[in-house]
């Protein structure tokens, strides 16, 4: 039973900055990867950024040199800071973990902030 919990999520206006976090509680599996998803009206859900369990990273081409995923292991964290934020990164986000065996890939999501960045 793994429960992500995000916060941090708001109204910013256009070039402003924003951190979002996801707390994990209940029974923490060892995750193979954490990351950030966003959804926006009318849109696919789509990659932001993931961090794997070896400290690997992986952005989307949108926010590359705009927004950095981060951890603190001590709290179960992960955080998304996002820096010089465009009208189009309005959406929600929702936090991700992954666990995968040699027979199941498991997604764990959290129940998403609203990111709403005014122009």
């Known amino acids: 039973q793994v429960q992500l919990v995000e916060s941090g999520g708001g109204l910013v206006q256009a070039g402003g900055s924003l951190r979002v976090s996801c707390a994990a509680s209940?029974?923490?599996?060892?995750?193979?990867?954490m990351g950030w998803y966003r959804q926006a009206p009318g849109k696919p859900r789509e990659l932001v950024a993931t961090l794997a369990s070896g400290g690997s990273t992986v952005y989307a081409d949108s926010v590359k040199g705009r927004f950095t995923i981060s951890r603190e292991n001590a709290k179960n964290t992960v955080y998304l800071q996002m820096n010089s934020l465009k009208p189009e990164d309005t959406a929600v986000y929702y936090c991700?973990?992954?666990?995968?065996?040699?027979?199941?890939?498991?997604?764990?999501w959290g129940q998403g902030t609203q990111v709403t960045v005014s122009s």
């Open positions: 209940g029974t923490i599996f060892s995750f193979d990867a």
């Open positions: 991700n973990a992954k666990r995968i065996t040699t027979r199941s890939h498991y997604d764990y």
